[in-house]
C-alpha cells in the first residue's frame, strides 16, 4: 500500500512537472457532450486511436460536460479539433480567426430535428407545426442542451416563427434536459409531455431497441438545416508541422471504420466549409442567440 | 406569546415563506416518480464498486483539490483576519465569499480551462474570504487578560503569538477541520462543471440511470467524510498539505494569452466593444436587467425563503433523534446516521438527485436545501439538548419536546438559522445551472451562449444580493440578541 501510494507519488508529480512538454506534441480533441458520457467516450476514444495510427503523433480525447466548455476549451487552444454541432461550431469559429469546417457527415448536410410526445399526452403527428397550435398550447417542453443546434436553435426557431411566441410563454413548462438521450428518457418517462431531439439519435435507439413506442412517439419533423461537423484551428500547421490540416481533413474523409461511423451514427464524413452554416448562423442571431 | 421578539420574528417569516408558496413553482412532474425513486434506493444497497476505472482516481483528486484549497484559504484568509478591520478588506472578504465555488470554477474555466489551477482557485478564494471573518471573530473574543501582564516592550509579532494564538488555537483548530469537511464536498461538485472529482462521474451514472455505480460513488464518499477523524491527524496534515499539489492530475496546461482576452475583452459589456460606445450600454443593461436579473432575483428570494422556513421546521423535527431526552439507543442511532447523511450530502447533489427523479420545480430545490441545512442545525441543535438537566418530574414525551426542550434551544436554533440564510441564498443562487430558473440559470444560460460579460453582471449581482442578505441577518441577530457561534 505505501509502495503504491510513494510510486504514485512519483509518477504524479513526474506528470506534472512535464505536463507542458507532453501535450506540446499531443494533438488534442474534444466533442460535445450531446449524448450519454460513455457513448461519447467510447467514440471518441476509437477516433482518438485511429487518427493518432493515421497521423503519427499522440492524440488525445478529452470528454467536456457542456457545450460552452468544448467551445472555451477549442477557442483556448487546449484542444486543437472539435466535434461541433451546428451552433457550436459557428461560435467556435466567430471566436477563433482562422479556423475551419473541414468535415461533415454525410447526413449533417439534411439534419432534422425531431418533435416528441408521450403518447398520453394524446397529440396525433402532423404534416405542418401549425396544425398542432391547439395540442401543443400549455403541454410541458423539453429542450436539451442549451446550446444545442438541434435540440435548442432549431426548435425554438420554428417555434416562434409559427406560433408567434417565445417557448416559455407558448408552453407551460420549459426545460432543458442536457443531451438528446436524456430528451428521449424524460419523454418516454413523461416527465416532460413534449420534446425536441436529434432525428439521428432517435433512428438509432429506434434500432437498437431502446425505446419504447407506446409511450412516446414522433409528432413533427423540421424541415433539414446542416449540423454537426470536424473544426480545426487554423494554426495547426505551426504548431504540427506544414500541411497537418490537410492531413487531418484527408485521415477524417477517409475513415471507413463500419463500427465507429455506426457508433456516430453517420455514414461516412464529406468535405465541408465555413459557408455551409449560413444559415445556422442567420437563424441563431434571429432568435437572439448570437449577436 | 406574541409578545416575544424572537417568536414575532419567526411568525413574520414563516408568513412570508407560505406567500411565497401562492408565487412559487412546486410540483411534482415526473408520472412515476416514487419507482424511480424506488430504483435510486435499490442501486444505493446494490452499489457496483467496480463501474469506472476513473472512480479511485476521482476520489484522490477530491480529497486533493479540498486538501490545497482548503490549505490556501486558511493561510490567506488568516493573513486577512489580521487586517479584518479595516474597511476595504472586509468589503473584499465580504465580495468573494458572496460568490460560489462553483461559480468561480466556471469564471476560471474559461481561461485556465482544464487546469488545476481552475479548481484549487475555486475553493481558495470563497474560503480565504471565509476564513478571514471567522478567525477574525475568534481572535477579536480572546481574552485581553494575558496581554497585559506581557512586560512592557515586548514585540507585536511576540505579543501575538504568544499571548493571542494561544487562546484562540483550539477554536482555529476546530473551524479549519469543519471547513475542510466542507472543502470535500465544494471539491466533490466541481466535478460537475467537468473537473475530474467524483461530480464528474456522478453526474454521469445518474443521468444515464446507473443507479448501482452512482450509489457506490454516494457510499464511498460518506465513508471518506465519516472517516475524517481517522485519517486526518495533526502529525500528518503536513504530509498531505505537501503532497496533495502532486495528485490533482496533470489537467491541460495554460495559455496566459487567454486571461489577458478574458479581462481585457470578454468581460466587457458587447456595447463598449463594439463601436455603439455608452449609448449602446444602457438599453444593454436594461434588456438584461428586465429579461434576466429580475425574474433571476425574484425566484431567488422566493425560493431562499421558502427553503430557509422548510430547513427551519425539519431542524426542529430532526433534533429529537439524536437528543437524549427521547427513545433509545436504537432511535438515536439510526437517527444519527440520517442526520450525517443529510448534512454530508452537498444541497447540489441532492437537488440533482431529486430533480432527476421528481421532474424540474422548485420543490427538489426546497427539499434538497432543507434535508442538508435542516441535518446539520437538527444536528447542532440536538447536540445542545445534551447538556440540558431536566428535572426528574419533568413531563416526557411530545409535552417534553414543547414545553420543555424547543424554548431552551429556541434562541441558538434561530442564531444558527439567520446564520445560513446567507449560505441557503449562495446555495439558491447556484441551484439555477441545474434549471431552476433562480439566478443561477441566467449565469449559466450567458456562460453557454459565450457571453461573459452578461455572465459577470449577474454574477455581481448575486454577490450583491448575498452581501444584502447577510448585513440583514446579522441586522436581525443583533435586534434579537442572538449569540453567533462560528462552528455552524
Known sequence: ?291 | MLSYPTVRASLIFFAVAIAGLLFADIAITASNPWRDLGNFFLGVVTPNFFSSEGLMTALLRTVAFAFVGVALGSFFGFLLALVYRLLPVRIFCAFIRAIHELFWALIFLQFFGFHPLTGVLAIAIPYSGIFAKVYSEILEEADPEPRRLLPPGTGMVAAFLYARIPDCWDQMRTYTAYRLECGLRSSAILGFVGLPTLGFYLESSFSQGLYSDAGAMLILFYVLIASIPLWVRPKLLPIYILAAPFFLGEGLPIVWGNVERFFTEDIIPAPLRGDEGLTGLLPWLNDLMINEALPGIWNTILLTQIALVATGILALLAFPLISNHFGGPVRRTSGHVFLVIARSTPEYILAYILLQLWGPSMLPAVVALALHNGGIIGHLIGRQTNNIRLRPDAPAGFNRYTWELVPRVYRSFLAFLFYRWEIIMRETAILGILGIYTLGFYVDSAIQNIRFDRAMVLILITALLNIGVDALGRYIRRKLALQTMPTC
Open chain 1, 1 to 291: 500500500m505505501a509502495l503504491n501510494l510513494i510510486r504514485k507519488f512519483v509518477a504524479s508529480s513526474l506528470l506534472f512537472m512535464t505536463a507542458a512538454s507532453a501535450n506540446a506534441e499531443t494533438f488534442v480533441f474534444t466533442a460535445i457532450p450531446d449524448e450519454d458520457e460513455t457513448k461519447l467516450v467510447e467514440r471518441f476514444r476509437g477516433v482518438a486511436d485511429y487518427l493518432s495510427e493515421q497521423l503519427d503523433v499522440e492524440v488525445r480525447y478529452i470528454p467536456v460536460k457542456s457545450y460552452a466548455a468544448a467551445v472555451s476549451a477549442f477557442r483556448n487552444n487546449q484542444v486543437q479539433l472539435a466535434w461541433f454541432g451546428g451552433l457550436s461550431g459557428v461560435q467556435a469559429r466567430r471566436l477563433v480567426p482562422g479556423s475551419e469546417a473541414i468535415a461533415q457527415g454525410v447526413e449533417d448536410e439534411a439534419f432534422q430535428t425531431y418533435f416528441i410526445a408521450n403518447t398520453s399526452a394524446g397529440i396525433e403527428p402532423a404534416q405542418e407545426l401549425a396544425e398542432l397550435e391547439d395540442e401543443l398550447r400549455g403541454k410541458t417542453f423539453t429542450f436539451g442542451s442549451k446550446g444545442s443546434t438541434s435540440g435548442r436553435l432549431m426548435p425554438e426557431f420554428h417555434i416562434r416563427d409559427t406560433f408567434g411566441e417565445a417557448p416559455e410563454d407558448f408552453f407551460g413548462r420549459v426545460g432543458f434536459s442536457g443531451n438528446h438521450t436524456r430528451t428521449l428518457r424524460l419523454v418516454e418517462a413523461g416527465t416532460y409531455e413534449v420534446g425536441a431531439l436529434n432525428f439521428q439519435v432517435w433512428q438509432k435507439e429506434l434500432e437498437d431497441g431502446n425505446i419504447d413506442t407506446n409511450a412516446v412517439q414522433v409528432i413533427w419533423e423540421t424541415p433539414a438545416y446542416p449540423d454537426y461537423q470536424w473544426t480545426i484551428r487554423g494554426d495547426v500547421n505551426e504548431r504540427f508541422g506544414d500541411g497537418f490540416k490537410a492531413r487531418v481533413k484527408e485521415a477524417l474523409l477517409a475513415l471507413d471504420d463500419k463500427a465507429l461511423l455506426e457508433s456516430f451514427p453517420r455514414s461516412g464524413f464529406i468535405p465541408a466549409s465555413n459557408e455551409d452554416y449560413e444559415p445556422i448562423r442567420k437563424t441563431a442571431e434571429e432568435i437572439g442567440i448570437l449577436d
